[in-house]
């Protein structure tokens, strides 16, 4: 059994250069329970959580034992579990063996400690964002990525790194981070407060710059004119498989939960010569708590950077209309909500019938949307398509007679414009394109025929 470490180290200030995105294959030795209150009529939304924060889990390298739940009007503040329902953690902990619990609710460091106190001492409590960000540091392969990660986690994991769980006896940049202290959790406990506040400062000071110069490009790439589409959506719907098979982009697709972390865009050009930047994104999932988002909101904020939206859901997931609508609440929440909008059902190879005549009617009631398989091709080419309609929507093909002073003007059309066509004549040159609202204001003195 090998630990992976993965995140940083506080005191190189970077990250430990030989394990830099190891993945942790290997079953770590991280028995863990996993727990969860609910209210009455809740039980199967809890039930498809519990099962997301297992794959979240396996996705770190641990192992799920057994669940413990509760139904209780509202969880108990000292310890979430009532009484009775601690102790019997308590028991299958020490029967089956555990050294983790995970809740799949938020925890404050106090309930940390007393839930670690009442399960004896041995046993590490980590909640579900602990867990997401342990993933995240595994994950994050850019420099920004990674300073994310490290942010986050001095916020939010390392004031609850404060349990009595025995590997955190065993911390301070070495290989035996465990889930959820793997990062700068570690070192927390040997460094002080004002050195911790220091760190959060410069931390945020870079990634400031950082978006400053991820602002430069986007600067850029809208220089070029060309329209931008965000593949957003659940996590490990099947948005970097998309733009694998549409671009050749060769990213990372995998069936893990946060695969994909940081951004990357593409041209593609459609069948008729229009051309657009495509753009894939890290992924949304449900109860991702505000701070977090706090952390990555440039890398969430891409898809507010769109101009259209691909929604890519996994229609083989029986989850698929629930996460559908955490999608839709996440991009609300990123101001990207009213965008123009195709959504892609994905996976329709492995989909359940039933599942796929209950969304045919989602195509039915007005929204733009398609049904696809990423891995094999089946329907991209319709959706390309319905994606080419849109990106043309309040675009029109003109023809303008610009005279031979307005040369500027040409070098616009051959910028901003599509499919474009010229014919240079004694009275000046004749331009046949397709225009957006844009570039018809600037030259649509010269027009001569739409
Ligand atoms: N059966 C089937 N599997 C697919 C299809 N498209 C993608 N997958 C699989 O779904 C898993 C997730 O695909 P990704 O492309 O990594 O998903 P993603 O949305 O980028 O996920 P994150 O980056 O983790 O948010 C991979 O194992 C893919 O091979 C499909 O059309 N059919
Ligand atoms: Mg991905």
Known sequence: MTHVLS???????????????????????????????????????????????????????????????????????????????????????????????????ELTPSQIRDIEDELGGDVQVIDRSMLILDIFALHATTAEGRLQVELAQLNYTSPRLVGKGKSMSRLGGSASGSIGSRGPGETKLEIDRRRTRARIAALEEKIEKLSAARATQRAARDRSGLCRVGIVGYTNAGKSTLLNYLTSADILAENKLFATLDTTTRRYTFREGTEILLTDTVGFINKLPHHLVKAFKSTLDEAAYSDILLIVSDISDPECEKKLHVTLDTLDELGAGLKPKLFVFNKVDAADPEMLSSLSSFATSGYECCFISASSGKGVDLMTEKLLSLVNKGKRRVTCLLPLSEGALVNLLYSEADSVETEYGPEGVTCVATVDDRVYGKIKNYVIEE
Do not use: H, W
């Open 7 to 105: 995140g940083f180290s506080f005191f190189s200030g970077g990250f430990m250069e030989d394990n830099r995105m190891t993945e942790n294959k290997e079953d770590n030795g991280y028995r863990s329970i996993l727990c969860a209150v609910y209210g009455q009529g809740e039980e199967e939304d809890a039930a498809a959580s519990l099962d997301e924060l297992e794959s979240l889990l396996n996705t770190a390298g641990g192992e799920a034992l057994s669940r413990v739940t509760q139904m209780r009007d509202k969880p108990d503040g000292k310890t979430v579990l009532g009484k009775g329902k601690i102790e019997e953690l308590a028991a299958l902990c020490e029967s089956e063996k555990a050294n983790m619990v995970i809740f799949d609710s």
